[in-house]
């Protein structure tokens, strides 16, 4: 769940929308200094190999936005992290498991939940594990880049997420709860 310094960020057991024991994610200014989120919930790493067979499932409920919001993005986001044997490679934010850098696809569209949802909403992920994956500009570890741009690297393991994304992610305090979270992996 992120680092001690984050976890004030998170609440934990909360009740929403009749669903108890669910996690509500609050504006989180360490993630909003280095990237777009408003706060970032990080699953535990786990292994994988090319041909598994992924399903990542989310329960979701977003607040009411608090800025004017301008990115199709912005809401409540899922998606997993790829590493090889030195660090990071790239991010999986698609329905289908696509790698979100370089070619941004539709699907990722479809692990969205907008802003202001008003109900559990479900997202998933299902996609199988390919042999390699491109290492994208941020790539790598605290520290550096361990992998150039454009690095064709073998998948060993991942790391599934859960972020608020908004195009003002300083102003954005929509809150987002989450529920019923699964990682399924099987050969």
Not at 39 to 53: A, C, R
Not at 58 to 80: D, M, P, Q
Not at 87 to 109: C, F, K, V
Request: proline content about 7%; overall charge negative; hydrophobic content about 35%.
């Amino acid at each position: 769940m992120g680092s001690p310094t984050e976890s004030q960020y998170f609440a934990y057991p909360v009740t929403q929308g009749g669903q108890q024991n669910c996690i509500e994610m609050d504006h989180n200014p360490v993630c909003t200094a280095y990237e777009p989120d408003e706060s970032e919930l990080d699953g535990t790493f786990v292994n994988i190999q090319p041909g598994n067979h992924v399903v990542f499932t989310v329960w979701l409920w977003t607040g009411a936005a608090t800025t004017t919001e301008t990115n199709s993005r912005s809401g409540a986001v899922i998606g997993i992290d790829v590493f090889g044997s030195l660090g990071r490679i790239g991010e999986l934010s698609s329905s289908d498991g696509e790698e979100t850098y370089p070619n941004w696809p539709a699907t990722m569209q479809n692990v969205v939940v907008p802003y202001g949802s008003g109900a559990w909403v479900k997202v998933t992920m299902d996609f199988t594990v390919q042999s390699q994956y491109m290492a994208d500009p941020w790539s790598g570890v605290a520290g550096g880049q361990v992998y150039s741009a454009g690095k064709m690297v073998i998948p060993t393991h991942c790391c599934p997420w859960i972020c608020g994304f908004s195009s003002s992610p300083s102003n954005e305090y929509a809150k987002i709860y989450v529920y019923g979270t699964q990682l399924i992996i099987t050969p």
